[in-house]
């Protein structure tokens, strides 16, 4: 952040030593870590309250923005929009019903022209064969092992007359 090497850090301890004293110099670090996390506190706070201001000034641009959408759909909207009412319209004069008619008859004539469907090709489904089940292969039993034995040496007791 500030381009400080090692050695220059070194040397502003020691200099820092000499001129404090060093039985002042912890008092001293404790306060320069206050006054340095204070002022990073508040710099923190100025960039937040900074980019909130940037938001709502992005917020005010994107709100006219859709206001001018918004304005030109409207606008679109209120052109001369004429629907079609079937009682005014020029279809219900007898020049138009007789092209309807001509037109009508010519599209059944080409309907009537047009051959036929063809019939779908017969489906067979053939069963599929049975498989026969695979034998089994024969398994031997096997022969019991004899485990060692686990019996321990009897140890005797000395008998209560004898020595031990």
Do not use: C, H, Y
Request: glycine share 6%; charged share 30%; hydrophobic share 40%.
């Amino acid at each position: 952040m500030f381009d400080i090497a090692w050695s220059e850090l070194m040397l502003i301890g020691a200099v820092a030593l000499v001129v404090i004293g060093p039985k002042d110099l912890p008092k001293a670090m404790r306060t320069a870590g206050q006054a340095i996390g204070k002022i990073r506190r508040m710099a923190g706070e100025f960039q937040t309250q900074f980019n909130d201001a940037m938001r709502e000034a992005e917020l005010d641009d994107l709100k006219k923005q859709v206001e001018d959408v918004g304005g030109s759909v409207q606008s679109a909207l209120n052109t001369d929009f004429k629907p079609i009412d079937p009682i005014k319209d020029d279809f219900s004069t007898p020049a138009s019903g007789a092209r309807d008619d001509a037109a009508l008859k010519e599209a059944e004539a080409t309907l009537a022209a047009l051959p036929g469907p063809e019939p779908l090709p017969e489906i067979v489904i053939e069963p599929a064969p049975i498989a026969e089940p695979e034998p089994e292969p024969e398994v031997k039993p096997k022969a019991p092992r004899k485990r060692a034995s686990t019996k321990k040496a009897k140890v005797s007791e000395p008998d209560e007359g004898s020595p031990a």
